[in-house]
Each structure stands twice: as structure tokens, then as C-alpha cells.
């Protein structure tokens, strides 16, 4: 059974940092893309950056570029978010993922609980 584990979430003020992981566990994730996308109520989830399985190529949105950093770690297994300058349009549940390396979320095959982002003005 694949599983995945955020944890890192909380509450920061605009400006602050905050770092995201995610463990996966149930197989090995070398071959796939690991991810993280975020989502608001009304609104659709949508990628804030996704990684591929050699650690070779990554994806940004235009929205975070320059602020956030995804890795991975694939010998634990886990994937990193590092968010830097955040602003209060962050705030939202981000979600973990794996699966293909695509920037729909409709290509990625297991997701976690989320993790709630607040930040505040």
C-alpha cells in the first residue's frame, strides 16, 4: 500500500519561510515524478512544482518561481518543498504527489492528506 506523508505546514508571516516534506512509503519512487500541488476552496488544485524520478528536471509555477525549491531525497524516499518569501496568496492545503512527470494533476496516481499553508499579512 502506497502511502504519502506531508508534514511542515503552519502558520507564518508574509515574508517568512517554511519547508514542506513528504514520505512516501509501499515501493520504491526512483522511476516516478514526485510533486506539489495546492489548492483553495472553489478553486481547482494546481501545481506549484513537481520533480522527476532522476532529479534531473523540474517544473515551477510562474507564481513561485524564484521563491520556492522542490528535492528529493530518493533514498528516504521523500520529496522537499522549501518556501521562501512567502505571501499571503500561498495560503492553501499543498498536496503531495506521485506519479508521471506531467504539470496536471490528473497524471499523478497518489496523493497525501495535504497540509494546511497560512500565511498571514
Known amino acids: 500500500q502506497v502511502t504519502l506523508v506531508e508534514s511542515g505546514g503552519g502558520l507564518v508571516q508574509a515574508g517568512g519561510s517554511l519547508r514542506l516534506s513528504c514520505a512516501a512509503s509501499g515501493r520504491t519512487f526512483s522511476s516516478y515524478a514526485m510533486g506539489w500541488f495546492r489548492q483553495v476552496p472553489g478553486k481547482e488544485r494546481e501545481l506549484v512544482a513537481v520533480v522527476s524520478g532522476n532529479d534531473r528536471d523540474t517544473v515551477y509555477a510562474d507564481s513561485v518561481k524564484g521563491r520556492f525549491t522542490i528535492s528529493r531525497d530518493n533514498a528516504k524516499n521523500t520529496v522537499y518543498l522549501q518556501m521562501n518569501s512567502l505571501k499571503p496568496e500561498d495560503t492553501a492545503v499543498y498536496y503531495c504527489?506521485?506519479?508521471?512527470?506531467?504539470?496536471?494533476?490528473?497524471?499523478?496516481?497518489?496523493w497525501g492528506q495535504g497540509t494546511q499553508v497560512t500565511v498571514s499579512s
Open positions: 504527489a506521485v506519479g508521471r512527470f506531467s504539470v496536471s494533476a490528473r497524471s499523478y496516481d497518489y
